[in-house]
């Protein structure tokens, strides 16, 4: 089963208007993830990491339900079939 | 289940020699229009809501109508968008346009300036950006380059953030000096290029930086906004952290005209189109405090370049008044007489069409202002009549 992004709405002008994005490549860990998300849509990994390869400070991304800054960051493993989730962060204003 | 969804905001409808405004907040940038007499105002926006857009232009060069906008989603990063057509339509591309090359080490927080180039050069456009540096297009805005002479000054790495960031946010090119440009930054100072930006020299001689200890240094100087005379080659305004200056020499050297002002802190300054003695100003009570000095809300116009001030009152509030207006917040016509505009913090927009004599609160209740552009619409098609207009158009024919 290939492994699936969920798109928050802020980003689907970006992806076509689709909250669900399924990778066939069977990346290994988030950053090579994002790199095949790019290839489809290459608006979407430019809002989620910086232009020095890093996730935005107010952005959160998860691999089933653990925050990747609380595992290996962007070299986090993914599991078979996993989601990962694009979040918002709660900061605003 | 989140269930608000908001309307997308209807376009404005515009003619050639309509004013038009353009008014960045804390949550989305609004458009405005008026006749060339500016008694009414239509509205639209919010345009990008929930992002800030502290960068916005009207670009009518080269047979365009363009408006550019900066918005800066906390979550999502800063991008340029723009549209042809009064907000019906915006262009966000996928792969934002302004972005630090990846060997900078540098990531873009904010573009807090766009700014079209010479006339005469209708493809090159500007941005200011944090952390500060500077972006030009040559190509009417569709690939942007770092400006690697001032990037690579070996002053940059001595600037400090101020309060807004360490951001570039004064960009200006003077109309009839060709490679002449000059950019401000918090903390930096202004910068000089006469080489359309190949080199950059410091040009804050007679600029105090208060928060240092030696008062006069080279750079270093918390410049809030730098504006030109388009009537005078050379004659510029500076509003400085603590400072109010003009310098007649394209800025190699500053004169204090802090004269008969209630304080010389403050953040935004705007110039007359036409008469390079004129100026406005808002001041604000010092940098601990950055609101209207005794609850007065005041613009304080000079006639005779900063010799004398005196306060613009009729038509704003003079009690309980303790507003702030940032860098961006004010913004001067090419009418006549020349309109005057100003938000402020608090979300009022005030304006003038008489030079600042009277003022007038066009709109109130908008997010935090940040960013205030005046324009006029060029190079509207002129409306075919329709419907009922166009059969009475008809029947008279």
């Known amino acids: ?58 952005v959160n991304v998860f691999v089933a339900e653990v925050n990747i800054r609380d595992a290996r960051g962007l ?15 709660v900061s605003g204003g | 289940m989140p269930a608000t969804k908001l309307a997308a905001p209807a376009p404005l409808s515009v003619r050639d020699g309509d004013a038009i405004l353009l008014v960045g907040t804390m949550k989305g940038l609004f458009l405005l229009r008026a006749k060339p007499d500016r008694r009414r105002w239509e509205s639209s926006g919010p345009f990008f809501p929930g992002s800030s857009v502290y960068g916005a232009a009207l670009d009518t060069r080269g047979g365009r109508r363009r408006i550019w906008a900066a918005p800066s989603s906390m979550h999502w990063g800063a991008e340029l968008a723009w549209t042809d057509d009064f907000g019906k339509n915006w262009s966000r591309p996928a792969t934002p346009l302004v972005r630090f090359p990846e060997d900078s080490g540098a990531s873009l927080k904010n573009i807090w300036q766009i700014a079209p180039g010479r006339g005469d050069d209708p493809d090159t456009i500007y941005c200011g950006v944090e952390p500060s540096a500077l972006f030009a ?40 000096i060709p490679g002449r440009l000059t950019v401000a930054s918090s903390t930096g100072g202004a910068y000089r290029s006469d080489d359309a930006g190949k080199s950059w020299r410091a040009s804050n001689r007679g600029v105090r930086a208060e928060f240092l200890p030696d008062q006069h240094p080279e750079f270093g100087q918390c410049v809030h906004k730098i504006a030109h005379s388009a009537a005078r080659p050379g004659r510029l305004f500076l509003q400085n952290h603590w400072g109010l200056y003009r310098s007649d020499d394209g800025g190699d050297s500053w004169k204090d005209i802090a004269n008969g002002v209630p304080s010389d802190f403050g953040f935004c300054v705007g110039t007359h189109p036409r008469d390079p003695d004129t100026a406005f100003i808002v001041p604000l009570h010092s940098d601990g405090f950055r609101c209207t000095p005794d609850g007065k809300l005041r613009v304080y116009r000079t006639r005779d370049a900063g010799e004398s001030w005196q306060a613009m009152t009729r038509g704003l509030p003079q009690k309980d008044a303790f507003e702030t207006v940032v860098r961006d917040g004010m913004a001067v016509d090419r009418l006549e007489p020349a309109g005057v505009y100003f938000g402020t913090r608090s979300g009022k927009l005030y304006g003038s069409r008489d030079e600042g004599r009277t003022w007038e609160l066009l709109r109130e209740g908008l997010p935090p202002i940040v960013c205030v552009k005046a324009g006029v619409a060029d190079n509207v098609k002129a409306a075919r009549p329709t419907g009922a207009i166009a059969k009475r158009t008809r029947k008279a024919a």
């Not at chain 2, 790495?157 to 004064?170: D, I, V, Y």
Request: charged share 20%; net charge neutral; aromatic share 6%.
């Open chain 1, 1 to 58: 089963m290939p492994m699936r992004f969920l798109i928050p709405g802020p980003l689907q002008p970006f992806s076509g208007g689709r909250s669900s994005i399924a990778i066939d490549t069977s990346p290994s860990t988030v950053a090579e993830a994002l790199a095949a998300l790019a290839a489809l849509y290459p608006g979407l990994r430019e809002r989620v990491v910086t232009e020095q390869g890093e996730v935005r400070p107010h």
């Open chain 1, 75 to 89: 070299e986090t493993r993914l599991p078979e079939g996993c989601e990962i989730a694009i979040l918002p962060n």
């Open chain 2, 137 to 176: 297009s040559r190509d009417a805005g569709k690939t942007w380059q770092l400006n690697t002479g001032l990037w690579n000054h070996p002053h940059r790495a001595k600037w400090m953030p101020g309060g807004g960031g360490l951001c570039l946010h004064t960009v200006l090119v003077e109309p009839s």
